[in-house]
């Protein structure tokens, strides 16, 4: 393996090249959009319909809340199925769950991941729960969402090209800034003022990216509207413009002037001392579009309540990855390293 694994969260895009992707199983003409650094969502033609796989952990975080931690674990994994444009429909969950866990913890979260899967027209269909000797939080087991629609309906970068628009919602840092106010409200409050916390306290329910991808699908796909789409969870906006230029194929340029930013994010990423648009972000959604339709993306989202602008493009290649700050151009770099975890434990200590 030519680079080395981090000192903490995903593997490097040279890790996956090098190690991940050349060892992939056996070959199925059926797979149609398979493993890329940078994509969510893995789709497979099944019975002539386009079926969507997506994995990750269940994050539960006790000191969120148990109702809190167990709404932001399934919106984790729903976020990603849903960047991909088809409706999530079926779930399989195991839960590894710490020793320490009570019947009436279990039972919260439970009936959380029950409601909220509901509310998205998601199906649980198989599992395993139980409690083991070490398994800690907040990662306490894995799931598979799938989710299904016409061949015709799902996106993907390979349907990305130059001149497309890119539009961001919500902003930076929106995950960083919705763990910090939710961990550390007296900080908040004694820095800024009660009123503040109390806004910043709303940050944690635009966690989720669900209603963000299906207003933006809802205007039409591919040459109708949305070609391809990216959360920005680890390394935030600028990590997820540069992965999903990446794995297009494609250059981008970004004016980060035009960038939505919500309210108390500057003052949160000042205070903990990182770079908001390259902290964790989910909630943050990246669409790429043609450009005749995103000012109607744009609207669809607002009438969502969800702010977004249009604020860049899909270039050539031979452009490369270019941020426009101050009005001057300069390179996009992956920053690699999410500020956020160091930062995090720095201010738990």
Same mark, same amino acid.
């Not at 992956?334 to 390293?337: D, E, I, L, Q, T």
């Given at each position: 393996m030519k680079s080395e694994m981090p000192e903490i969260g995903k593997i490097p895009p040279q890790v996956f090249h090098d190690l991940i992707y050349p060892r992939l199983g056996s070959k199925s003409s059926s797979v149609i959009v398979g493993p890329q650094h940078g994509v969510d969502v893995g789709i497979a033609e099944i019975g002539g319909k386009a079926v969507s796989f997506t994995c990750d952990p269940v994050f539960i975080v006790p000191q969120y809340g148990w109702e809190r931690a167990a709404w932001?674990?399934?919106h984790i994994i729903a976020s990603d199925s849903v960047t991909c444009g088809l409706k999530p429909k079926f779930l399989s969950i195991d839960l590894n769950l710490p020793m320490d866990m009570t019947g009436g913890q279990l039972e919260t979260i439970w009936t959380v991941i029950h409601q909220q899967c509901e509310q998205m027209g998601i199906s649980i269909i198989t599992g395993h729960t139980a409690r083991y000797e070490n398994c800690h939080y907040p990662m306490v087991g894995g799931a598979t969402l799938v989710g299904m629609g016409e061949l015709d309906q799902y996106v993907s970068p390979r349907f990305a090209r130059a001149g497309d628009s890119i539009i961001i919602t919500k902003g930076p840092a929106i995950e960083a800034c919705g763990i910090f106010a939710a961990m550390f409200p007296g900080l908040l409050k004694e820095k800024f003022g009660e009123t503040f916390a109390v806004k910043a306290d709303g940050i944690f329910n635009k966690m989720s990216v669900v209603a963000d991808a299906m207003a933006a699908v809802g205007v039409g796909v591919r040459?109708?509207?949305?070609?391809?789409m990216h959360d920005a969870t680890e390394c935030g906006v600028w990590g *997820? !413009?540069?992965?999903?230029?990446? *794995? *297009?194929? !494609?250059?981008v340029r970004v004016d980060k002037d035009k960038i939505v930013v919500e309210q108390c994010v500057p003052e949160i990423c000042r205070l903990f001392d990182i770079d908001p648009y390259a902290a964790i972000s989910e909630g943050t959604l990246v669409i790429a579009c043609r450009p005749h339709k995103a000012n109607e993306i744009v609207n669809a989202l607002s009438d969502k309540g969800i702010p977004s602008s249009v604020c860049g493009e899909l270039t050539d290649a031979a452009k490369g990855m270019l941020l426009i700050e101050g009005g001057k151009e300069k390179e996009l770099v992956?920053?690699?390293?999410d500020p956020f975890w160091r930062a995090f434990y720095d201010a738990s200590i």
């Open positions: 932001f674990a399934i040459d109708r509207g949305v070609t391809t *997820a !413009l540069y992965e999903v230029a990446q *794995a *297009a194929g !494609l250059g992956h920053p690699m390293v």
